[in-house]
C-alpha cells in the first residue's frame, strides 16, 4: 500500500500497556504501513473517558480512524473491519 492512499486517513489507536490485542492491531498497522498515534489509556484519563463515552465500555483497543470526514471506531483486534475501512488486504 502506498503510503499516499493515507493522506486523509488519521488513526488513533488507544491502548493499554499490556494488552495483547493492542499490540496485535500495533502490528497489524506497521504490516500494512499506517501511520498512526497511540494513546496510552492506562496513563491518560481523559483518553479513558473518551472511550467509555465514544463505546459505553473502557475495553481497549479502540481505534478510531477518520477518514474523508468520516469517524469509524473499531473495538479489539477486528481484521476484517480495519482492513475494510483502510483498503488493505488480509
Not at 502506498?2 to 504490516?31: D, G, L, S
Not at 465500555?57 to 480495519?82: A, N, S
Request: net charge negative; proline share 3%; aromatic share 8%.
Amino acid at each position: 500500500m502506498n503510503r499516499n492512499q493515507y493522506a486523509m486517513t488519521t488513526v488513533i489507536i488507544y491502548t493499554t500497556p499490556t494488552c495483547t490485542y493492542c499490540r496485535a492491531t500495533k502490528e497489524f498497522f506497521k504490516k500494512h504501513n499506517v501511520d498512526f498515534q497511540e494513546i496510552d489509556a492506562a496513563a491518560d484519563r481523559k483518553a479513558a473517558q473518551m472511550i467509555v463515552e465514544k463505546t459505553g465500555q473502557l475495553g481497549v483497543p479502540v481505534t478510531i480512524i477518520t477518514k474523508d470526514d468520516k469517524e469509524e471506531v473499531v473495538l479489539g483486534f477486528d481484521q476484517p473491519k480495519l482492513a475494510d475501512i483502510l483498503g488493505v488486504s488480509l
